[in-house]
């Protein structure tokens, strides 16, 4: 409801997160205990209970629930080669009084050039310009190889550069759905990594950018 989006009030909230990820494997090394990673995805779970005061009304306090599941995996399926995913779903329980700060604010980067390596990035889409206080289903999948197309090409077959493929989704009520497909280079000078990425609404083409990101962290 956009009449309570920006209006003045106390805000009071308590969040729960919960992470698990299923038959972890381990190993001792020198008396510790060393994560060996797991076949299963981490499932991530979390609620949040918010209450809004606005002084206008006869009773002041407005509460809603929101509940968020987020599933992921880093997957290695050979040498240099790895299939990444992330699927994320949440909504409101009661989304009556809910203000603009409590909205879900997707992960939009539309800079040229970032300094980190998102793994659940829109990179076209301006800030906040996907957010909504709707239920929401968001994916992203991205595949890394070292060969795929230009490496197959004099001069760079023996670099260490790896070519990625990348593919994100959103959907929610009152917004078109959004998909985004991606193609870039990384291990460039070893910090690097270079894309092209495609966005569209309902399947109809909506932009195209080139992105740069610095590994530095």
Known sequence: NPIYGLRDQRHFEFAVTFAYTPMQKYSLWNGSKVNRGSDWP??????KHGISEFAEFAKPYRHFDMIKLDISRNHSIGA????NW?????????????TYYDFFHFNAQPIYILIDDYSDAFRL??????????????LHMKY???YLVLKFLPGLSK???RENLSISYLGSRYHKNY?????SITELFFLGEV?????????????????VVLKLN
């Open 86 to 98: 992330r699927i994320r779903t949440g909504g409101f329980l009661n989304n009556s009084y809910v």
């Open 179 to 183: 998909t985004e497909l991606g193609y």
């Open 42 to 47: 981490t499932f991530g779970l979390t609620w």
């Open 144 to 146: 890394t190889t070292p």
């Open 195 to 211: 894309g092209v990425y495609v966005g569209f609404d309902d399947l109809k083409f909506r932009s195209v950018g080139a992105r």
């Open 159 to 161: 670099t260490l550069m």
């Open 125 to 138: 889409p301006a800030y906040y310009s996907l957010s909504t206080p709707e239920f929401f289903g968001e």
């Open 80 to 83: 240099f080669t790895e299939f």
